[in-house]
């Protein structure tokens, strides 16, 4: 069984889009978090949700929002999707928010052309 | 928010110790070391995290001085299977999430 699931994989699509990546996790945990990787490897933290509250909201445009139906899951929507949000984006969780052992999704690659 | 510098790469041979040293001067008293480990299309997966002196796991040690401004990361007999990006991670005090640097890419050679 995968821990945290992403989907999809791969998302290939034109620039103004609006897009969704879902992420689920079966751990139990509380805490859920949203990381963009860019093309130089570096991953930065966008969002962070502790039982289905935002608690972390970086600096992201606001075409970026986040879902959390439930602690479970955390869904990433973005509107009018640019060039430059070409990335692969990591879901993770841990166990609450103060435990920052963090299990990783396998991450979604998002091509805008 | 504790930045962390470590090497940009490192190369190896099989079966021998590797350390990857980071710094991190402006650490927090109490934030936490972590290093995470990604193997390429894959998401970081936790390696080992520590507060000072010595840490051991089955997969790995981490050295943390008095002063806790570095770590090293001490990765026994490394194997081909351990060729990978290594992050030094220092917790951000009051929001006990992970910032990631860029990393060290280690390869390991026959």
């Known amino acids: 069984d995968t821990a945290v699931s992403q989907t999809p994989k791969y998302l290939v699509t034109q620039m103004g889009n609006d897009k969704s990546i879902k992420c689920e996790q079966n751990?139990?945990?509380?805490?859920m978090y949203w990381y963009k990787q860019d093309s130089k490897k570096f991953l930065k933290i966008m969002f962070s949700?502790?039982?289905?509250?935002?608690?972390i909201n970086e600096t992201v445009p606001n075409r970026f929002s986040p879902k959390s139906p439930d602690k479970a899951h955390l869904n990433l929507h973005i509107n009018s999707l640019e060039l430059g949000d070409s990335a692969v984006y990591f879901c993770?969780?841990?166990?609450?928010?103060?435990?920052?052992?963090?299990?990783f999704g396998q991450g979604t690659r998002l091509t805008v052309v | 928010l504790a930045k962390t510098t470590q090497p940009i790469s490192m190369d190896s041979y099989e079966g021998q110790e590797v350390n990857i040293t980071c710094s991190h001067n402006?650490?927090?008293?109490?934030?936490?070391i972590t290093w995470c480990q990604q193997f390429p299309s894959q998401g970081p997966r936790f390696i080992i995290q520590?507060?000072?002196t010595k840490v051991t796991n089955e997969v790995a040690s981490l050295f943390i001085p008095a002063d806790r401004k570095s770590s090293t990361l001490s990765l026994p007999r490394v194997s081909l299977s351990d060729t990978a990006v290594y992050y030094c991670?220092?917790?951000?005090?009051?929001?006990?999430?992970?910032?990631f640097g860029k990393g060290t890419m280690l390869l390991v050679s026959p």
């Open positions: 993770a969780s841990s166990l609450d928010r103060l435990n920052t052992e963090a299990f």
């Open positions: 751990l139990g945990h509380d805490t």
């Open positions: 949700y502790n039982n289905k509250e935002l608690i």
């Open positions: 402006n650490i927090a008293t109490n934030d936490y």
């Open positions: 520590g507060y000072k």
């Open positions: 991670l220092v917790e951000d005090s009051g929001y006990s999430t992970l910032t």
